[in-house]
Every structure is written in C-alpha cells, then in structure tokens.
C-alpha cells in the first residue's frame, strides 16, 4: 500500500495540464474560482479513473482512428495553452482561462492524456488485494484521492500566492517559459507513448 500512495504521489506531483491550469486560475482568479475549477478537475479526474477501471477508456482508445483523433486533438489544445503561456509576456499566466469552472475543470481532464496515463499505471499495477477486485479498487480510489486533493490544493495556493508576489517581469517571463516547456514536454512525452507502442 506505500508502494501505490508513493507512486501515486509522484505521479500526481509532476507538472502537467491540470495542475498548470490550476495553478494558473489560482494566479488570475484567486481562490473562489480556483475551488470550482479544482472541484471540477476532481470530477472529471474520477471519471477518468472510473473509465479506466471499467475498461471504457480501453474499448474506446483501441479503436486506432479513434484515439489517434483524440490524440491529436489534446495536443493540439495543450500545444495552444503552452503557447499562450509562453507568450504571456511579462505577466505570470500559467494559462488563463474565461470564467474557470467545474465544467472547464471536467472538461479538461477527459482531454488530458496524463490523467489516462497515470490511472492506468494505478489500477493496473500495484496488486493490493488481488482476490478482492471491489475492495482494490475501492482502497486505490480512496488513497489516490487522499493524494491528489492535497497536492492540487498545493498547487492552487502556490498560483494565488505567486500573484501576490512582487517578481520582476523578466523573472514572470522565465516562469511562463518553463510553465510551457513543460506542457509542450507532456504533450511529446504522451504521443511518443502512444505513437511508439
């Protein structure tokens, strides 16, 4: 069970569209959206987690077209969030977006090609119970969300607090390039996994 809560925690820890988006919301925004974006990525973080363990994310993502489709069009959204990033200029960005919300938060996982990747490394490794699917699953579920709502939560009061900051403009323009670095490397890092399988 340490094993899976560590594995959980070093996967969910690693900068990827999620937390950047929250973190970016937290800079903009401020708490009051940041909750209701965090709350819907935690919907829809569930229900990635529920598609993987049912095996609708399977069924739908082995179909070639079908996941090629999806593939390309969540890089292509991750590629334009990197870029508006990178061209934030002097102003910390993250990535904004209009009115953040629980639907944009939903949305935004299901499109996430890293949240499909570290469930399925989570449901389908790390044997726990392997006689008691239910009670696996169920022990999965509550650890990583045990996990996960601590770190965003982190990562939501880092971007309200790096508002707050007084950083000169070259150093906002060195965060917002490696803010987007880092989301163009998970975009190379998912299609090279699924490309190259």
């Known amino acids: 069970m340490l094993a899976f809560a560590f594995a959980v925690f070093l996967l969910i820890i690693t900068p990827g569209p999620g937390v950047l988006s929250l973190a970016g919301v937290g800079t903009a ?10 709350t819907g990525l935690w919907i829809g973080n569930n229900l990635v987690s529920l598609a993987v363990i049912s095996g609708l994310a399977a069924l ?6 079908i996941r090629t489709i999806l593939l390309f069009a969540s890089a292509a959204y991750l590629i334009y969030l ?5 061209f934030a200029g002097a102003r ?3 990535i904004h977006m209009a009115a953040p919300g629980v639907i944009t938060g939903v949305s935004l996982q299901f499109i996430n090609p890293k949240a499909y990747a570290v469930h399925t490394t989570l449901f389908s490794g ?16 509550l650890v990583s969300n045990m996990v996960w709502i601590p770190l965003h939560v982190l990562w939501l009061y880092a971007g309200v607090r790096i508002n707050e900051l007084d950083l000169q403009p070259r150093t906002q323009r060195r ?22 399988s």
């Open 29 to 38: 925004y401020g708490w009051t959206h940041g909750i209701r974006y965090l």
């Open 60 to 65: 739908v993502l082995a179909n070639p077209v």
């Open 82 to 86: 990197a870029a508006r990033v990178a």
């Open 92 to 94: 910390i960005a993250f």
């Open 126 to 141: 790390f044997l726990i119970y392997p006689d008691n699917l239910v009670l696996e699953t169920g022990l999965k579920l």
């Open 175 to 196: 965060i917002n390039l490696i803010m987007a670095v880092c989301l163009v490397a998970v975009v190379v890092m998912s299609m090279w996994s699924i490309l190259g």
